[in-house]
């Protein structure tokens, strides 16, 4: 198959299979209006925040250049915030596309994302100064400019970067789909946010049929 037809099914089949994961209810929220209540429905109210970025392909435009450039990356990307659930290892929610030069908290401020109460909040340092109302949040402490944190504070981040690790397994799951790990070269308007989308439903898919081993005793096979 040709670069060029694998690219028209993505396109066909694409809207179908995104309807197919909303049937069953797969994709993650969209509309930080609704995150509070989806949020909500959880048994165990332990959330992790992360941002997470992809490579484009280098806009021609320099001012669009300079937008879509991350420092971080070195490189030009897309990013998205998502929020997931520690416990199922599910994306609950999925903010929409911004080009990479915008910085994650700004996106938290921007979208107004509210929690339910007494929720736990696990973020990185990259949502500093991020504390939503009446949620307990966990941020490793960074260490002062020109001194050491003290055994405390390391242990401390150390207990914390522990509880985080599982967002990067999930984001590390979402892009086992190819087409948000390598470079997205397509230009249809809104089709890098819809890939996204669809990336996260199928992790959901998975996660959802995805069965621990069974536990027996050996010695119920000894005759």
């Known amino acids: 198959m040709s670069q060029g037809q694998a690219n028209d099914w993505i396109q066909r089949l694409g809207p179908i299979l995104q309807g197919a994961l909303k049937e069953q209810a797969l994709l993650p929220e969209r509309d930080p209006a609704n995150l509070e209540q989806v949020l909500a429905e959880y048994d165990l109210l332990e959330f992790t925040i992360d941002g997470t970025e992809r490579r ?12 879509y450039y991350s420092g971080k990356k070195k ?6 915030n998502v929020i997931t659930h520690a416990h199922s290892r599910t994306v609950c929610y ?25 929720s736990q909040l ?17 941020q490793p402490k960074k260490k002062p400019r020109g001194g050491e944190l003290n055994l405390c504070e390391r242990f401390i981040n150390s207990v914390i970067s522990s509880s985080r690790i599982i967002v990067e397994n999930i984001i590390c799951g979402i892009k086992r789909c190819r087409i948000v790990k390598d470079i997205f ?19 959901n898919l998975r996660v959802r049929h995805r069965h621990s081993a069974d536990h027996f005793n050996l010695f119920d096979f000894i005759t």
Do not use: W
């Not at 490189?75 to 998205?80: D, P, R, V, W």
């Not at 696990?122 to 966990?138: C, H, K, L, R, S």
């Open 185 to 203: 070269r397509n230009h249809l308007a809104g089709f890098d946010d819809q890939v996204m989308e669809i990336a996260c439903g199928l992790h």
């Open 94 to 118: 999925l903010s929409k596309t911004y080009p990479g030069k915008r910085h994650d908290k700004r996106i938290c401020d921007e979208e107004g994302y509210r929690f339910p109460r007494n």
């Open 122 to 138: 696990f973020q990185d340092t990259g949502f500093q100064g991020y504390a939503p109302e009446e949620v307990i949040t966990y």
């Open 56 to 67: 484009k392909q280098r806009p021609k435009d320099n001012e669009v250049q300079k937008e």
């Open 75 to 80: 490189a030009h990307t897309l990013t998205n």
